[in-house]
């Protein structure tokens, strides 16, 4: 495999854009696999070692987009001028269709007739009309007719030359009929000018609100970048020094203070401390560490200072591979196909064809005057056709259910993921703030059996275990303290205290010399404990359950166990989804023996423990590759890959920013029983969008033949213009209350 190149590519509006972009790279000599990115607006290319970009940008240039190169790992820099450019588009042409309906539309409403026409002749109205519309199509819509001519130009007709055709024969009718009304048959020179500037009107904002949705592309990328230091401390004969991270080398030994992110992968040399992981391994517990343990880029260095041996630098750190898995996934994700793009690339082809036949036919076989006749037939078909029912079929579903979904703490970051989400057969979940609180928390304080009182003393005991925590920032002392404060206990201050990285802490409270930690912590404070006390903390392990000792004044006092407790939801959560027919499985970075206990209590049965970050993401590509529909749920920064490379990534609102960030739907509230919800809206959603289309598609079809005058010969019935666009209009209108049933 060669080197990736990305570019920015300017200009793709449809599934049949990235598919005519993908095609011209692959052609280029030298590319060895391509995949666009339609939401970002990107092209990830593997090349050969001597191939540039510049070739490839000329090829996309020569098919009408703009291509250029640019760094994987930079943000967007052009998303927010284009999404500014798109609502002022939009603005625009809102603001300008809205006088025209007014204009149009009042005349025909009753008594307002003879005020209209008081103020102004019919024909001045009509020619407002043509102002008013010319004014959307030539400042607002242009950019549709330029797309429609780059179709054109690549023989792929698809949704801006349905718009082009509808708007611009609209206009033309409507323009012929107010210069030259003698050259149609009577009755027949009407205006439709509202229809070509509400058609242009409403596919710029569904634009515009598609772009709000797809904007924040890059965000998960950026985050990553975020938590890599640019800087390290190297240690030298002369001592540390401040260095900036491309000029540490592998082998060099760089200082980690307590607090500070660690910068490179390698290997503890020098130290003793604790490190959270969180970001790799969900796992909110820090992880111990000692000379010989590794520690990863991007981590955060607890207590204790550390020495590191480096041995991964760059590219080539976790978090650097995390990055490109995010990259990755999201380019090669396959696009989910509109049903509109695929249904128009038959359609519009079709309706031209009819259009042009039926204008032929009637040309030769009409009496004279046989061209009005002819051409009134012809654009009939084009406004019957017109795209505006088709055009809101999907936006308008979409942007129903995701108002709904959002009352209910559903952020679907994109249309295209009601659709996916509709599709899953099979759900992969994290454990770690996905199925449980995400947090330590101290779920039993056990008094030593040999102690005096022992049942008695549970709340003394963990008022000196608090105490004893309270500067703590440690997670375990953290749960210990709000523990204690959940039960109202007052904390006297320690009057002394030291933290043993990786073991625990020494203190003295109230007079008492206290012990709190670890069993070999124990054991180097000189406590002893029994069998039975050790026994005690081996069942809670069992249970999922990290036990800690507390020893006062050299004697063993309590056993103290933490767990991540599972959200009440949890269990119901899996219950539902395993009625609506969904396969559940926990892939986790936690242990075999946590994990399995919490799958057991939450009734998942298939489990895969210990997994990082790239084994999270093969495990769905696994899964993917039997041919099941795979979504994945997660909430932590190493949650981002599995999440980019599921159909459709579920992020847990009140996780990481990266993970919200690279998931396709978000749940703001964290809540378990917002999966199933958000599944069932999205099926919901997806019929609708099926119902929308076999009524505009069909409604459409099933009146092109009478628009043609196929009925005329044998029964006298032709479509007049002005009913075909009250047809179309019609049609729009049952999308749309078809669509608001989504809101119920």
Request: one cysteine or more.
């Given at each position: 495999?060669?080197?990736?190149?990305?570019?920015?590519?300017?200009?793709?509006?449809?599934?049949?854009?990235?598919?005519?972009?993908?095609?011209?790279?692959?052609?280029?000599?030298?590319?060895?696999?391509?995949?666009?990115?339609?939401?970002?607006?990107?092209?990830?290319?593997?090349?050969?070692?001597?191939?540039?970009?510049?070739?490839?940008?000329?090829?996309?240039?020569?098919?009408?987009?703009?291509?250029?190169?640019?760094?994987?790992?930079?943000?967007?820099?052009?998303?927010?001028?284009?999404?500014?450019?798109?609502?002022?588009?939009?603005?625009?042409?809102?603001?300008?269709?809205?006088?025209?309906?007014?204009?149009?539309?009042?005349?025909?409403?009753?008594?307002?007739?003879?005020?209209?026409?008081?103020?102004?002749?019919?024909?001045?109205?009509?020619?407002?009309?043509?102002?008013?519309?010319?004014?959307?199509?030539?400042?607002?819509?242009?950019?549709?007719?330029?797309?429609?001519?780059?179709?054109?130009?690549?023989?792929?007709?698809?949704?801006?030359?349905?718009?082009?055709?509808?708007?611009?024969?609209?206009?033309?009718?409507?323009?012929?009929?107010?210069?030259?009304?003698?050259?149609?048959?009577?009755?027949?020179?009407?205006?439709?000018?509202?229809?070509?500037?509400?058609?242009?009107?409403?596919?710029?904002?569904?634009?515009?609100?598609?772009?709000?949705?797809?904007?924040?592309?890059?965000?998960?990328?950026?985050?990553?970048?975020?938590?890599?230091?640019?800087?390290?401390?190297?240690?030298?004969?002369?001592?540390?020094?401040?260095?900036?991270?491309?000029?540490?080398?592998?082998?060099?030994?760089?200082?980690?203070?307590?607090?500070?992110?660690?910068?490179?992968?390698?290997?503890?040399?020098?130290?003793?401390?604790?490190?959270?992981?969180?970001?790799?391994?969900?796992?909110?517990?820090?992880?111990?560490?000692?000379?010989?343990?590794?520690?990863?880029?991007?981590?955060?260095?607890?207590?204790?200072?550390?020495?590191?041996?480096?041995?991964?630098?760059?590219?080539?750190?976790?978090?650097?591979?995390?990055?490109?898995?995010?990259?990755?996934?999201q380019a090669e994700k396959p696009p989910i196909q509109r049903l509109a793009e695929r249904i128009a690339a038959v359609f519009t082809p079709l309706v031209l064809l009819t259009a042009a036949a039926t204008f032929i036919v009637w040309l030769v076989l009409a009496p004279a005057p046989a061209l009005p006749f002819a051409f009134t037939t012809a654009v009939s078909v084009l406004l019957i056709a017109c795209p505006c029912a088709m055009g809101l079929a999907t936006p308008t579903a979409i942007m129903v259910a995701t108002g709904r979904a959002a009352r209910d703490g559903l952020?679907?970051?994109?249309?295209?993921?009601?659709?996916?989400?509709?599709?899953?057969?099979?759900?992969?979940?994290?454990?770690?703030?996905?199925?449980?609180?995400?947090?330590?928390?101290?779920?039993?304080?056990?008094?030593?059996?040999?102690?005096?009182?022992?049942?008695?003393?549970?709340?003394?005991?963990?008022?000196?275990?608090?105490?004893?925590?309270?500067?703590?920032?440690?997670?375990?002392?953290?749960?210990?303290?709000?523990?204690?404060?959940?039960?109202?206990?007052?904390?006297?201050?320690?009057?002394?205290?030291?933290?043993?990285?990786?073991?625990?802490?020494?203190?003295?409270?109230?007079?008492?010399?206290?012990?709190?930690?670890?069993?070999?912590?124990?054991?180097?404070?000189?406590?002893?404990?029994?069998?039975?006390?050790?026994?005690?903390?081996?069942?809670?392990?069992?249970?999922?359950?990290?036990?800690?000792?507390?020893?006062?004044?050299?004697?063993?006092?309590?056993?103290?166990?933490?767990?991540?407790?599972?959200?009440?939801?949890?269990?119901?959560?899996?219950?539902?989804?395993?009625?609506?027919?969904?396969?559940?499985?926990?892939?986790?970075?936690?242990?075999?023996?946590?994990?399995?206990?919490?799958?057991?209590?939450?009734?998942?049965?298939?489990?895969?423990?210990?997994?990082?970050?790239?084994?999270?993401?093969?495990?769905?590509?696994?899964?993917?590759?039997?041919?099941?529909?795979?979504?994945?749920?997660?909430?932590?920064?190493?949650?981002?890959?599995?999440?980019?490379?599921?159909?459709?990534?579920?992020?847990?609102?009140?996780?990481?920013?990266?993970?919200?960030?690279?998931?396709?739907?978000?749940?703001?509230?964290?809540?378990?029983?917002?999966?199933?919800?958000?599944?069932?809206?999205?099926?919901?959603?997806?019929?609708?969008?099926?119902?929308?289309?076999?009524?505009?598609?069909?409604?459409?079809?099933?009146?092109?033949?009478?628009?043609?005058?196929?009925?005329?010969?044998?029964?006298?019935?032709?479509?007049?213009?002005?009913?075909?666009?009250?047809?179309?209009?019609?049609?729009?209108?049952?999308?749309?209350?078809?669509?608001?049933?989504?809101?119920?």
């Amino acid at each position: 495999m060669g080197r990736v190149l990305t570019l920015k590519i300017d200009g793709m509006t449809c599934a049949g854009c990235v598919s005519r972009v993908e095609r011209t790279i692959a052609a280029v000599p030298g590319v060895e696999t391509v995949a666009v990115n339609l939401a970002s607006g990107r092209a990830r290319a593997e090349v050969g070692e001597n191939v540039t970009g510049g070739p490839i940008a000329a090829a996309v240039g020569d098919i009408g987009y703009g291509a250029h190169v640019v760094d994987a790992t930079r943000a967007d820099e052009g998303m927010a001028a284009e999404m500014a450019m798109l609502g002022r588009r939009a603005a625009l042409a809102l603001a300008l269709a809205a006088p025209l309906v007014v204009v149009a539309m009042g005349r025909h409403v009753g008594g307002l007739r003879e005020l209209y026409l008081g103020l102004l002749a019919e024909r001045q109205w009509v020619a407002l009309e043509a102002v008013l519309a010319t004014l959307v199509l030539v400042l607002a819509g242009r950019v549709l007719f330029a797309e429609a001519a780059r179709e054109a130009r690549a023989l792929a007709p698809g949704m801006s030359t349905l718009v082009a055709l509808g708007a611009g024969s609209a206009w033309l009718y409507s323009s012929l009929a107010l210069a030259a009304p003698g050259l149609f048959p009577p009755g027949a020179a009407v205006s439709y000018y509202e229809a070509s500037g509400v058609i242009v009107a409403l596919i710029l904002l569904g634009r515009w609100l598609e772009a709000r949705a797809r904007g924040r592309a890059g965000a998960a990328v950026r985050a990553l970048l975020h938590l890599a230091p640019r800087r390290a401390w190297r240690r030298t004969p002369a001592g540390e020094v401040d260095v900036d991270l491309d000029d540490i080398v592998i082998g060099d030994e760089v200082l980690v203070r307590p607090g500070e992110r660690v910068s490179v992968d390698g290997v503890v040399i020098e130290g003793d401390g604790t490190v959270d992981e969180a970001m790799l391994t969900g796992e909110p517990i820090p992880a111990s560490k000692s000379p010989g343990a590794r520690v990863h880029a991007g981590t955060i260095n607890g207590t204790g200072a550390l020495v590191v041996r480096v041995d991964r630098v760059g590219a080539e750190t976790t978090l650097a591979r995390i990055i490109e898995m995010v990259e990755a996934a999201q380019a090669e994700k396959p696009p989910i196909q509109r049903l509109a793009e695929r249904i128009a690339a038959v359609f519009t082809p079709l309706v031209l064809l009819t259009a042009a036949a039926t204008f032929i036919v009637w040309l030769v076989l009409a009496p004279a005057p046989a061209l009005p006749f002819a051409f009134t037939t012809a654009v009939s078909v084009l406004l019957i056709a017109c795209p505006c029912a088709m055009g809101l079929a999907t936006p308008t579903a979409i942007m129903v259910a995701t108002g709904r979904a959002a009352r209910d703490g559903l952020l679907f970051r994109q249309g295209g993921a009601l659709e996916a989400l509709a599709r899953i057969d099979t759900l992969v979940m994290d454990k770690t703030g996905t199925l449980t609180e995400g947090r330590p928390e101290l779920v039993e304080l056990l008094p030593d059996a040999g102690r005096a009182g022992a049942e008695g003393d549970s709340d003394a005991l963990l008022r000196l275990a608090a105490a004893a925590e309270r500067r703590s920032e440690h997670a375990i002392g953290q749960a210990i303290v709000r523990a204690a404060e959940a039960r109202g206990l007052a904390l006297p201050e320690p009057e002394a205290s030291r933290t043993v990285p990786g073991r625990g802490i020494r203190a003295t409270v109230d007079g008492h010399d206290i012990a709190l930690g670890t069993a070999r912590h124990m054991a180097e404070s000189g406590v002893a404990l029994s069998q039975a006390t050790r026994a005690r903390a081996e069942a809670l392990a069992a249970q999922g359950r990290s036990s800690f000792h507390l020893a006062v004044d050299g004697q063993p006092a309590a056993i103290l166990a933490v767990a991540d407790p599972e959200k009440p939801g949890a269990a119901p959560a899996v219950a539902e989804l395993r009625a609506l027919g969904i396969d559940v499985w926990m892939v986790t970075g936690d242990g075999e023996e946590t994990a399995r206990v919490v799958a057991d209590r939450v009734g998942i049965a298939p489990v895969v423990a210990g997994a990082l970050p790239a084994e999270k993401a093969k495990e769905v590509q696994r899964l993917a590759a039997l041919d099941r529909r795979v979504g994945f749920v997660g909430d932590g920064i190493n949650d981002a890959p599995a999440l980019a490379e599921a159909e459709v990534g579920l992020a847990i609102g009140t996780g990481a920013d990266v993970a919200i960030e690279a998931g396709d739907v978000v749940l703001a509230s964290g809540e378990p029983l917002a999966i199933p919800a958000a599944i069932r809206l999205a099926r919901r959603t997806l019929r609708t969008i099926r119902q929308n289309f076999l009524w505009a598609y069909g409604y459409n079809v099933a009146l092109i033949p009478l628009a043609a005058g196929v009925f005329y010969p044998a029964f006298g019935l032709l479509l007049n213009p002005m009913l075909a666009a009250g047809a179309m209009s019609l049609s729009s209108l049952l999308v749309v209350l078809n669509s608001l049933r989504l809101a119920r």
